[in-house]
C-alpha cells in the first residue's frame, strides 16, 4: 500500500502510546525503528479518549496504518507496554507530514530526498531520492545518516552489501547508486519487498530483497549495515558473523552512546575502526578479525 491508496483507505489508523515525559525520547525513537513514519507529541487530554490517571504523561500519536499490531510487537520485544489505544483520521490528515519533509545532506557530496521533491530541486550533489511509503526510512533520521557516512567511508566499489533491517532500502538504494555495489536488504516489514524495489527504480539501481539471514550465504558480505535498536543488534551478531567474509566490516547505527560497551561484548572477534556521534547516537564500523571454527 502507498500513499497513494486514500480511495481505497479514506480513514487511517493512528497508534497512540501514554507515555510519561522521562521516557518520551526513548518511546519515540523505538518508535521510529518500528517502523512509523510520523510522531506527534500532544498533551494528555488533548483527546476525549484517555487511558490514563496520570496527569503529567504526554500522547505520542504515530502514523502506523494497517501494521499497528507489527509495531506493538517491536516495542513490546523492548519492554515497552506502555497504555495504548487506535484512533481512526482521515488519510490526508495522516499524510501532513509529506508537506514538511525537507531534504537532508548526509555529506558534502551526497543528499537524500523525498522523491515528491524531485521536480522542484535544482542541486549539483548526488542525491538519492527516497519515499518511505509507510514505512521507516526518509533519511532524516541521525541513525541513516551515521550509517550512511560510515558505510561511504568504507565501502569499496563493486562491494557485497547486507542491508538488515532496511526499512524502506534507502542505505542499500544508497551504496547501489554510489558504490556500484551488490545489495542485498530485508526487514520484518509486511512492505518492505515493494516499498525498497520501488525506491531502487526510482533511483535506475538495484536492490535484491531477501526475507532474512537465512537466505544470505556463510561468507558472502563484504560490508554489512545494521540500523537497529541495541537489543536487536546484540541478537544478530552471530548471524552477521555467519554471513561476513574474513576482513569484512559491519556498520552498526542504531544505539545510544551509552549502549555501546553492552552492544560491543556481543561482538567478540570484532575490533572498532571507525565512529561517529549525532545527537546521542552513536555509529561504529567494527572489523572482523577471525571467523568461526
Known amino acids: 500500500m502507498t500513499h497513494d491508496s486514500a480511495v481505497e483507505h479514506p480513514s487511517w489508523s493512528m497508534l497512540v502510546l501514554t507515555v510519561p515525559p522521562p521516557e518520551l525520547e526513548y518511546v519515540s525513537d523505538a518508535l521510529w ?18 487511558m490514563s490517571s496520570t496527569s503529567d504523561e504526554v500522547e505520542l500519536w504515530t502514523s502506523v496504518g494497517e501494521y499497528i499490531t507489527d509495531v506493538v510487537q517491536a516495542l513490546a520485544n523492548e ?9 481512526q483520521i482521515d488519510r490526508a490528515v495522516a499524510d501532513t507530514w509529506r508537506q514538511h519533509a525537507e531534504c537532508v545532506q548526509v555529506t558534502e557530496e551526497v543528499m537524500i530526498c523525498p522523491s515528491w521533491k524531485m521536480s522542484t530541486l535544482d542541486s549539483e550533489k548526488r542525491v538519492i531520492f527516497i519515499d518511505p511509503h509507510d514505512m521507516f526510512g526518509l533519511g532524516n533520521h541521525p541513525t541513516t545518516q551515521l550509517a550512511l557516512r560510515l558505510a561511504l567511508r568504507h565501502c569499496e566499489r563493486g562491494s557485497n552489501v547486507v542491508d538488515v533491517g532496511c526499512g524502506s532500502g534507502v542505505l542499500a538504494v544508497a551504496l547501489s547508486v554510489l558504490r556500484d555495489a551488490n545489495c542485498r536488504a530485508f526487514d520484518i516489514h509486511p512492505s518492505t519487498a515493494s516499498v525498497v524495489l520501488s525506491n531502487a527504480r526510482l533511483n535506475d539501481c538495484h536492490v535484491q530483497v531477501e526475507e532474512g539471514f537465512a537466505d544470505i ?6 560490508i554489512v549495515l ?5 537489543p536487536v543488534l546484540i541478537d544478530i551478531a552471530e548471524d552477521l558473523e555467519r554471513i ?3 576482513g569484512a566490516v559491519v556498520v552498526l547505527a542504531g544505539l545510544r552512546s551509552d549502549q555501546s560497551e553492552r552492544v560491543l561484548s ?11 556521534e549525532c545527537d546521542g547516537w552513536l555509529g561504529l564500523v567494527l572489523m572482523r578479525e577471525s571467523v568461526s571454527s
Open 33 to 50: 525503528r518500528a517502523g512509523v513514519v510520523a510522531i506527534e507529541e500532544r498533551p494528555l487530554g488533548s483527546n476525549e479518549v484517555s
Open 79 to 87: 519492554g515497552i507496554t506502555y497504555p495504548w489505544r487506535v484512533e
Open 217 to 222: 550465504q556463510s561468507d558472502w558480505a563484504d
Open 226 to 230: 545494521a540500523n537497529i535498536l541495541a
Open 244 to 246: 561476513c567474509q574474513r
Open 266 to 276: 556481543a561482538y567478540n572477534g570484532w575490533r572498532v575502526v571507525d565512529e561517529e
